[in-house]
């Protein structure tokens, strides 16, 4: 548009294809118990797992908008913001037959569903007799997941030679900070079903902001990294109660200070590296779906430092 500022945007149609274990996966046996509910009878029923050869490429509908601002009257400055908004319709998920959502969808279909397929009956589905339990289930991938998220991408950076500023300063400094915020990531699993949201859970905080800072002087160097991850639902099922309903949000600083010198003839550099320096501890989060035994599973969420704070020390020789 003028000088400082660029804007540019993107509208894309991309695939994923299906990969040759989704295609061809040879079929696979398992067993397990299950409350039938057409029947209202509990036994054991063999799962055969497989692959789907005719799975179609995932289409997904891309676009992106943004600007890029170069001021003139701070050089060396660059601030980026992007736009996105992603929709697939048609992901490659796995269906199964034994599974809850699936029964459900066919009892209320009244066995018209494709869904009801999956699930090998002896006699026709209106008969809920117990002779009418289930002989097979059958797990296949399929291109019935939908898919669709939108945010904001900020990137900022600048770079100074510090006498150029003032005379009085020395030293070179780089600043750099990177922030997404994507408030959205909506997943559909099967037509009919609840739509989940993970945006906010602990695989996708809403914001994610990393920020790193470095000074360098005379062979000196001191970086600090600093990343953040905003608070987030235990569980994406936004029904559940828990006596924690969020885990809290969670910072952690890192910092590296390293010297080059030259000793023997040699390049040496010497340094040390601190590692989650103010020994933050991340919120109290349990794993859905965790049934191994107690003790085994750090409580806290993606992303949180397992172990505190430690330090790293040590020299490195440059043979150039």
Not at 8 to 23: E, H, K, N, V, Y
Not at 150 to 178: F, H, K, M, P
Not at 254 to 283: E, K
Request: hydrophobic fraction near 35%; include cysteine; proline fraction near 6%.
């Amino acid at each position: 548009m003028v000088d400082e500022l660029r804007l540019r945007a993107a509208r894309s149609q991309d695939i994923r294809a299906p990969t040759l274990f989704d295609l061809f996966q040879a079929p696979l046996i398992s067993s397990s118990g299950i409350n039938d509910s057409l029947t209202n009878t509990s036994g054991s029923v063999n799962t055969s797992q497989a692959g789907n050869a005719a799975l179609k490429p995932e289409v997904a509908h891309n676009t992106t908008a943004g600007l890029v601002y170069s001021p003139g009257w701070l050089r060396n400055f660059t601030v980026s913001l992007d736009y996105f908004h992603i929709n697939i319709d048609n992901a490659i998920g796995n269906v199964t037959g034994n599974s809850p959502i699936t029964q459900n969808i066919c009892l209320a279909s009244g066995g018209t569903s494709p869904l009801c397929g999956l699930i090998v009956r002896p006699i026709s589905y209106n008969d809920t007799s117990p002779a009418n339990f289930p002989l097979q289930f059958l797990q296949l991938k399929e291109n019935l997941t939908k898919t669709y998220s939108e945010g904001i991408d900020v990137e900022a950076n600048y770079e100074a030679d510090l006498a150029e500023l003032d005379s009085g300063l020395r030293g070179a400094l780089r600043v750099r900070l990177l922030w997404t915020h994507q408030p959205t990531l909506k997943t559909q699993v099967l037509p009919g079903t609840l739509v989940t949201d993970a945006a906010g859970t602990a695989q996708t905080p809403v914001d994610r902001l990393t920020f790193i800072a470095g000074y360098t002087l005379d062979g000196f160097t001191l970086d600090v990294l600093e990343r953040y991850q905003s608070s987030f639902r235990q569980n994406t099922n936004q029904t559940l109660v828990f006596a924690i309903p969020d885990v809290r949000a969670y910072y952690q600083t890192d910092i590296d200070l390293s010297y080059d010198f030259a000793a023997g003839g040699q390049n040496l550099t010497g340094f040390l590296n601190v590692s989650n320096l103010f020994n933050v501890q991340g919120g109290i989060f349990q794993t859905p779906g965790y049934t191994g035994s107690p003790g085994l599973n750090y409580p806290i969420g993606p992303g949180a430092d397992l172990i505190g704070r430690y330090f790293t020390i040590g020299l490195r020789l440059d043979p150039g």
